[in-house]
């Protein structure tokens, strides 16, 4: 299982929980299990036909997935997800 | 959603004014409607939220122009200089009674950079003088001011270097504690700057991506008002100022290009929607600005994108430029900032090193302003938009210099040969003993 920390925008669909646990050996596959698991995260989480939304970035272990393998990075049990707004800016 | 219920006061006219501050009646209640997605549109209460609960969009802060559609050019044209003469265009409750004296930089005609340029009619908007420094005093004089509507009483950021003295400062004029998060590496005049004011200067070992992806953490659970992140709707909103005062001084009229840097792309999106509220209220008359845009060609994403025609935005993962102030490899308006350019038929340009510190030199040396960095970025980027055509000829061009030199002192030898200046040459003479037959063969040569 890995650990995907909710940011609190999100918590609401996963009814307040900050930290869940979920299985997958990529990332895709834990994210398509989170939103399986909280049918609510799709509206945020999801552009309407089904791929990951541009306003979302995703971190493995505080790496953006985007300087990874994107949905295709392999996630292991200590590895950590975090969801955060796409909001960089100085 | 980290919405916060709002004090009774907040967005209620207040009834003591002084005479000078700009009329509460105009600036009542109904003029800010409140938080609206840019996305999808889902409206949002006031509040020092920043993300769509809906789709994860950002928040930016509704208007009511209809309720100051009374403002006109005397009415503001009689009160004191500083930003708050726009109040009614501003996402404030009120004119705040403490804080920094910002805004109201000087609009200077160029007529000696403007020819080198190619561009006859330059003007340069000098922001290197607001009180630390730069432009971003505009939109943290504004976050400050709503954290303190909202009752917040801790700031933050996460800056690329100005952000840092400025929130600062802000916050010491307030009377509030701040922690600011930058790069480790970055200039160390920016963390002593930011150090002089007080503030709890946080390094950390990454690159500023880094520093805001911890900061969305940290403001998420501490609830301190980071003003470039759940503020950020307010703050974004105070760099308009730029655009009301440059159609001040140029007499009420829009230039026909603003050239301007982009790091998160805020600034460059925002100056665009103050020069259309000004035409919506009838200000000036709406005419046509093309928007060129500047980052260094080391971060770039924004620039690629634009030359690529598209705007999915590829993050830059390791910046490699010296333009530390613009080293954002992610960033959050990136896609609208490329939108504007295209739009409005301008461009963005990325601009190498060299060239932005040989600009610098050019713009202090013919003109004597000497910007930091970003300037250079954005001198260079003017002359690049001349050279494809999107600037004309017999525009009227206004160029953002929106820091001051003295935070990069890296640019101001970069590209340079070393050696020892000879007389009459720009440069460092060597050290004279303090005699006059010491200066005088230095001055003949024979040193
Ligand atoms: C001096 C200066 N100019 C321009 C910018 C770009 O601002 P924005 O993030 O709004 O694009 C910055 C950002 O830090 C800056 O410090
Ligand atoms: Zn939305």
Redesign the pocket.
């Known amino acids: 299982m890995s650990a995907v920390r909710i940011p609190p925008v999100l918590r609401a669909s996963t009814g307040g929980a900050k930290n869940v646990e979920v299985d997958g050996a990529t990332v895709g596959e834990v994210l398509d299990r989170l939103v399986a698991t909280y049918p609510g995260l799709a509206s945020q989480l999801l552009t309407p036909d089904g791929t990951l939304s541009s306003f979302v970035n995703v971190f493995l272990n505080d790496t953006d997935i985007r300087h990874l393998d994107a949905l295709a990075t392999p996630i292991g049990a200590r590895d950590s997800l975090v969801l955060l707004p796409a909001m960089a800016?100085? | 959603m980290a919405t916060q219920t709002l004090p009774p006061e907040i967005g209620r006219p207040s009834t003591a004014d002084a005479e000078s501050r700009p009329s509460m009646a105009m600036a009542g209640a109904d003029r800010i409607l409140g938080l609206r997605c840019r996305n999808c549109g889902t409206r949002e209460a006031l509040g020092a939220a920043y993300v769509c609960a809906a789709c994860f969009g950002p928040l930016e802060v509704e208007y009511n122009l209809a309720a100051v559609a009374g403002l006109d050019r005397a009415t503001i044209e009689r009160r004191p200089p500083g930003i708050w003469r726009y109040l009614e265009l501003l996402p404030v409750a009120e004119q705040p009674r403490r804080g920094l004296a910002v805004g109201s930089t000087p609009l200077v005609r160029a007529d000696r950079l403007g020819p080198a340029l190619g561009i006859a009619e330059l003007w340069l908007k000098d922001d290197t003088r607001n009180p630390t420094l730069?432009?971003?005093d505009r939109a943290v004089a504004i976050a400050a001011e709503r954290a303190r509507e909202f009752g917040i009483t801790t700031l933050g950021c996460a800056s690329?270097?100005?952000?840092a003295g400025a929130t600062a400062a802000a916050a010491a004029a307030l009377g509030m504690p701040a922690y600011v998060f930058m790069p480790a590496d970055l200039e160390t005049v920016k963390i002593d700057h930011a150090l002089a004011y007080g503030a709890t200067v946080v390094p950390i070992d990454g690159t500023y991506d880094d520093v805001n992806r911890l900061c969305l953490e940290i403001a998420d659970e501490t609830g301190w008002g980071f003003v470039n992140i759940n503020l950020r709707p307010f703050y974004a909103e105070g760099?308009k100022t730029l655009a009301f005062e440059i159609a001040e001084s140029l007499g009420w009229q829009a230039p026909d290009v603003v050239v301007a840097?982009?790091?998160?792309?805020?600034?460059?999106t925002k100056l665009a929607k103050g020069f259309r509220e000004l035409a919506d209220l009838g200000l000036i008359e709406r005419t046509p600005i093309r928007f060129v845009g500047g980052q260094a060609a080391g971060c770039s994403p924004v620039a690629t994108a634009w030359s690529r025609g598209t705007t999915v935005i590829e993050p830059v993962r390791a910046p490699t430029t010296f333009v530390r102030?613009?080293a954002?490899g992610n960033p959050a308006d990136g896609r609208y900032s490329v939108e504007l350019a295209d739009a409005s038929h301008g461009s963005i340009e990325a601009i190498p090193d060299e060239v932005t510190a040989a600009a610098i030199r050019q713009v202090a040396g013919l003109e004597g302003i000497y910007p930091?960095t970003?300037g250079g970025v954005t001198l260079a980027a003017a002359e690049a938009a001349r050279r494809r055509g999107i600037i004309r000829e017999g525009d009227r061009v206004v160029a953002l210099l929106?820091?001051n030199g003295l935070k990069t002192p890296d640019a101001r030898t970069l590209g340079l040969a070393g050696g020892r200046a000879a007389p009459g040459e720009p440069g460092l003479a060597p050290v004279l003993r303090p005699g006059y037959a010491s200066f005088e063969a230095w001055f003949e040569g024979n040193a």
């Open positions: 800016g100085g | 730069s432009f971003k690329t270097g100005n952000l760099s840097p982009i790091a998160s792309g805020a600034m460059f102030s613009l954002i930091e970003t929106t820091g």
